[in-house]
């Protein structure tokens, strides 16, 4: 017989604080240039403990996305649901889709490394060192 596991209150907060800070670090270095340690001091705790809410660094970043998708998307039916006709439900899904990542920039443009973000004084440049291959899509290329 197994029991649930229910998360407490104080679990929720830690795992919640644990995401906000995971979501500014990956923000600020990247996925690929964060680490569980750095994520740890960076929140006055001991790595080990990290563990306990979320078994690595990839389960942190699945759960922010995670959360932000579905955030996206509940808002999004909620948006085109409120409207009467098809050019209103076009009007309002693009309206909260630019609002929301104006809103939740943190989440809404995670970089998987330093190198293929914005420069801190020139968001139009990217320096293209994680550039998709030339093979993909042209929509799926970071610019240059």
């Known amino acids: 017989m197994s029991a ?8 929720r907060a830690a795992s919640a604080r644990i995401l906000r ?25 001991e790595p080990a403990s990290l563990y306990y809410h979320f078994p690595s660094k990839q389960d942190i970043l699945f759960a922010i996305l995670d ?31 630019v609002l929301f990542h104006v809103r939740r920039r943190q989440e809404a443009f995670l970089r998987t490394c330093a190198a293929c973000s914005p420069s801190a004084t020139n968001t139009s440049t990217w320096s293209g060192a994680c550039s998709p291959p030339a093979s993909a899509p ?3 290329r970071w610019p240059t």
């Open 21 to 45: 800070a995971a979501t500014a670090l990956f923000r600020a270095r990247g996925y690929h240039g964060s680490s569980m340690r750095t994520l740890a001091r960076g929140l006055r705790m």
């Open 67 to 97: 959360r932000t998708l579905d955030d996206l998307l509940d808002g999004l039916r909620h948006a085109v649901t409120a409207a009467d006709d098809d050019r209103a439900r076009l009007l309002a899904a693009v309206r909260f889709h």
């Open 4 to 11: 649930a596991l229910v998360a407490t209150a104080p679990e």
């Open 138 to 140: 042209a929509a799926s």
